[in-house]
Structure formats: C-alpha cells, structure tokens
C-alpha cells in the first residue's frame, strides 16, 4: 500500500477591486466650453443686430429687418471699393505667400547646404520683431520704389512677413514625406521637377491650404500697413474703411455694424472649407521641425 503526499493548497486571495478611472463628467467639459463659447459670440450677436435693425432701434432682436445699413455703407461710404482691393490683396498675398515658401520649404528639406541651420534661426527670430518697427524703414523703400499709395506694397510687405512661419510649414511637411517615393519617380525616368510635380505637390495640400488661408486672412485684416502706405480713399481696404465709420465726436454703430459683418463673412466662409485641410497641415507639418 503506497501513501501518497499532497502539498496543502494556499488559500486564494479574493480579487482586489480596481478603483475606477477618474472619469471627467459631461458638465465639466460643456460648461467651459459654453462659456468660453457665450464669452466669443455675444459680440458677434451684437454686430448683427446693430447691422440687422433700423437705426435709432433699441431692440434686443434685429426686428424688423432692414438692409439699409448694408445699403448705405457698400454704396454710399465705398465698401464696394474697399472689398475689392482687400480681395486683391489678399488673393496677391495668398500666391506670392504660398509660391515662394514651396519652393523654399522644398529646399530647406532636401538640400543640406551650409547655412542652413543659421537661416532657419534667422527665420524663427524675424518671428519676435514687431511690424510697426519696421514702418519706418519700409515706408522709405516704397517710397524710393514709387510704391507708396500702391495696393502692391502691401501685398509686398504682407508677403514678406509671412514668408518665415510659411516656409517653416511646408519645410516640415516636405520631411515627412519619404524622398524613396521621389527616387522611384526618378528611377522611372522623371526629371527632379517632374517628379516634385507628380508625387510631392499632390501630398502637399493640406500644407498648401493652411500657408495660404494664413496669408489671405492675415492680410485681409490687417490694418497697419494698409493705413501707413496707401493715403487715397480709393484704395483703402475693409479695416481702413471701418476705421473712418467712427467720427471724431459720434460713430456710426449701425454702418460700423453692417462693415464688420462684411468683412467678417468671408473669413469665416474661408475657415468653414479649409478648416479640415488647416488643421491637417498643421499637425502634420509640426512633426518635424
């Protein structure tokens, strides 16, 4: 007869519970985000109304609905002027922007060359300069150029001031892009510009898009430039023209109203197309710097 010896068994440990994860309720997410949202839109609501009801209304809805300060601003104070020429300048602005910053962001991130380094600093600290430093300076270049009350020297200096944060962009967006996928166009006997053409450009539009709805938009609203270089009322653009809708002892709420609405819609119409094209090219081209 065999004894077989069994090795007693440890009691098992009940199991422990997990405490459950911090978990954010709703209303502390909708709360601020409402508020924040209140805080941005009450002036907005405000500009219509102003532009939306009759003058001497003091209503809190814009009831009834009239255009005649829309009327009265884009015929009578030449908003139709100054919508054109801001339109002008910020499509002028948006190609030259967009152009020179592809072709430079292309080669700061394919060509090693030296200085290299130097210049993308060079680029990074014209970023801490404020414009109005630079009036002086670039009212005299006009000025010898005969571009002074020219809608081109804004264009010029829009241009130049938003060259370096555009070619950082598209400088990081190009290294994200795999150079094999270039070679192989070169493989199959495409030119350098050929293939840039065919298989780097099509990948850049995200970039594209958020380079060129920066310089349009920037342009659109500035207001320094377009006040110190042009002088004649017929080239002012939509901030300048706002600007001269307030008077020295009384403003005109309801053109001022109707002028910001103007100003105001394309913008947003801009952002409402491009915004997951903006967004995209954001992130992505802030990757790799």
């Not at 094999?180 to 780097?200: I, K, M, N, P, T």
């Not at 653009?237 to 403003?251: K, Q, R």
Request: charged content about 10%.
């Amino acid at each position: 007869m065999t004894t077989t010896l069994t090795r007693p068994v440890a009691p098992t440990a009940p199991p422990v519970a997990r405490k459950p994860a911090n978990r954010v309720s709703r209303w502390q997410i909708y709360l601020p985000l409402g508020l924040y949202l209140l805080f941005t839109l009450v002036p907005f609501y405000w500009m219509v109304v102003f532009a939306f009801r009759p003058r001497g209304s003091n209503s809190l809805l814009p009831w009834p609905v009239t255009l005649d300060n829309f009327e009265h601003v884009w015929t009578g104070m030449g908003f139709s002027i100054f919508f054109q020429n801001s339109l002008l300048v910020g499509v002028a602005s948006l190609v030259s922007t967009t152009v020179i910053a592809l072709a430079g962001g292309y080669a700061l991130a394919r060509y090693d060359f030296r200085g290299r380094q130097a210049f993308l600093i060079g680029m990074l600290c014209t970023q801490f300069i404020p414009g109005a430093m630079m009036l002086i300076p670039l009212f005299e270049i006009f000025r010898t150029l005969g571009l002074v009350n020219s809608l081109w020297a804004l264009v010029i200096a829009e241009t130049v001031f938003q060259l370096p944060l555009s070619l950082i962009l598209i400088s990081g967006f190009v290294k994200n892009i795999p150079i094999e996928l270039e070679q192989a166009a070169w493989v199959d006997g495409c030119s350098r510009l050929r293939g840039f053409f065919a298989v780097v450009l099509p990948m850049l539009r995200p970039a594209l898009v958020a380079v060129g709805s920066f310089a349009f938009i920037h342009s659109w609203n500035n207001f320094l430039f377009a006040l110190m270089f042009v002088n004649e009322q017929d080239k002012f653009t939509l901030p300048v023209g706002l600007a001269f809708t307030i008077g020295e002892f009384s403003a005109d709420f309801g053109a001022l109203a109707a002028g910001g609405v103007v100003a105001a819609v394309p913008v947003v119409l801009v952002f409402a197309v491009i915004q997951r094209y903006l967004v995209q090219g954001l992130s992505a081209g802030a990757v790799k710097g």
